[in-house]
């Protein structure tokens, strides 16, 4: 028996994938376009990676108000009806995404573990990430970030990198983040793949509620007041949640890498070989389509 809190999954849904232009626009973003081997959406395929009940509670959606007959389509197609979501007025990143997630779970629960994903990534083996969650929620538990970290196959330039520190205390296979490595140039990555001390950044987070806006109130005070001030002043009910537009549209633009993870004392980074891949550019889709060619569903 696993002893183990249920994880409430914040999938991050709102991005316009601009970078995949013209397949992917603001009216028809990625999530809901690019289509797994299965057919169904990447967004769909991430809920679906979440539902387990025995792992997780039902999800929060964080997206765009303009996304809102999008998500309600996929979430009904895959017969989802039961997650939150959460309404952006503005596009803001992904750092003030995570803060209104963690707000709403901690009116409830400040001890509220969060697995923050991306809805834009492909994931070969799920089940890897399953069975590195019970040490991540004792790390996340003890008050740390805990990201997951792909080992390179390949020296990308189109990824950022982790660059592992020493084994916590206490938290086996768990280490300290000696640095994030944005986007490195050829040579660099391919120093970071012999190395063997890196792994690639998979921008999936799991945290406590109440560490999420501890550590946003020490390196991102301007996001995580406007968020209050949106989050107290939000409009909607039961499953549907609208943050006050004015006080969102204070919001600096900036990952959650850059605003925390880059300055936090906190953060912890697991190696998963759970065949990730961000779909994020032309190039990453030409690389999945030429590796599900050589590794045919």
Same mark, same amino acid.
């Given at each position: 028996?696993?002893?183990?809190?249920?994880?409430?999954?914040?999938?991050?849904?709102?991005?316009?994938?601009?970078?995949?232009?013209?397949?992917s626009?603001?009216?028809?973003p990625k999530?809901?376009?690019?289509?797994?081997?299965?057919?169904?959406?990447?967004?769909?395929?991430?809920?679906?990676?979440?539902?387990?009940?025995h792992?997780?509670?039902?999800?929060?959606?964080?997206?765009?108000r303009s996304?809102?007959?999008? !998500?309600?389509?996929?979430? &009904?197609? +895959? $017969?989802? @009806?039961?997650?939150?979501?959460?309404?952006? %007025?503005? /596009?803001?990143?992904?750092?003030?995404?995570?803060?209104?997630?963690?707000?709403?779970?901690?009116?409830?629960?400040?001890?509220?573990?969060m697995? !923050?994903v991306?809805?834009? &990534?492909? +994931? $070969?083996? @799920?089940?890897?990430?399953?069975?590195?969650? %019970?040490? /991540?929620?004792?790390?996340?538990?003890?008050?740390?970030?805990?990201?997951?970290?792909?080992?390179?196959?390949?020296?990308?330039?189109?990824?950022?990198?982790?660059k592992?520190?020493?084994?916590l205390?206490?938290?086996?296979?768990?280490?300290?983040?000696?640095?994030?490595?944005?986007?490195p140039?050829?040579?660099?990555?391919?120093?970071?793949?012999?190395h063997?001390?890196?792994?690639?950044?998979?921008?999936?987070?799991?945290?406590?509620?109440?560490?999420?806006?501890?550590e946003?109130?020490?390196?991102?005070?301007?996001?995580l007041?406007?968020?209050?001030?949106?989050?107290?002043?939000?409009t909607?009910?039961?499953?549907?949640?609208?943050?006050?537009?004015?006080?969102?549209?204070?919001?600096?633009?900036?990952a959650?890498?850059?605003?925390v993870?880059?300055?936090?004392k906190?953060?912890?980074?697991?190696?998963?070989a759970?065949g990730?891949?961000?779909?994020?550019?032309w190039?990453?889709?030409?690389?999945?389509?030429?590796?599900?060619?050589?590794?045919?569903?």
């Amino acid at each position: 028996m696993r002893e183990v809190a249920r994880i409430t999954p914040v999938v991050l849904a709102g991005g316009r994938g601009e970078r995949l232009w013209p397949l992917s626009t603001a009216q028809h973003p990625k999530q809901f376009t690019l289509k797994a081997p299965t057919g169904r959406s990447l967004f769909q395929e991430t809920i679906l990676r979440v539902a387990d009940c025995h792992w997780f509670e039902p999800p929060v959606v964080i997206t765009n108000r303009s996304y809102k007959a999008s !998500v309600a389509r996929e979430l &009904h197609a +895959i $017969d989802h @009806p039961h997650a939150t979501v959460i309404y952006e %007025p503005h /596009a803001r990143n992904t750092a003030p995404a995570i803060a209104l997630a963690a707000l709403h779970l901690a009116e409830h629960d400040p001890h509220a573990i969060m697995l !923050v994903v991306p809805s834009d &990534h492909h +994931i $070969d083996a @799920p089940e890897k990430l399953l069975e590195a969650l %019970p040490m /991540a929620v004792r790390a996340a538990s003890e008050g740390y970030i805990v990201t997951f970290a792909m080992r390179p196959t390949a020296p990308e330039t189109g990824y950022g990198y982790i660059k592992k520190g020493e084994v916590l205390k206490g938290l086996a296979s768990v280490h300290g983040i000696a640095q994030f490595i944005e986007k490195p140039d050829a040579a660099n990555a391919q120093t970071f793949m012999a190395h063997g001390g890196y792994g690639w950044n998979s921008g999936m987070f799991l945290m406590r509620a109440a560490t999420a806006l501890d550590e946003a109130r020490q390196h991102a005070p301007k996001i995580l007041a406007a968020c209050k001030h949106a989050h107290v002043n939000r409009t909607g009910e039961g499953t549907a949640f609208y943050p006050e537009a004015q006080a969102f549209e204070q919001c600096p633009s900036i990952a959650f890498d850059r605003a925390v993870m880059e300055h936090t004392k906190h953060g912890a980074v697991i190696d998963v070989a759970m065949g990730w891949r961000d779909l994020g550019s032309w190039e990453a889709l030409a690389a999945h389509a030429m590796h599900l060619k050589n590794h045919p569903v």
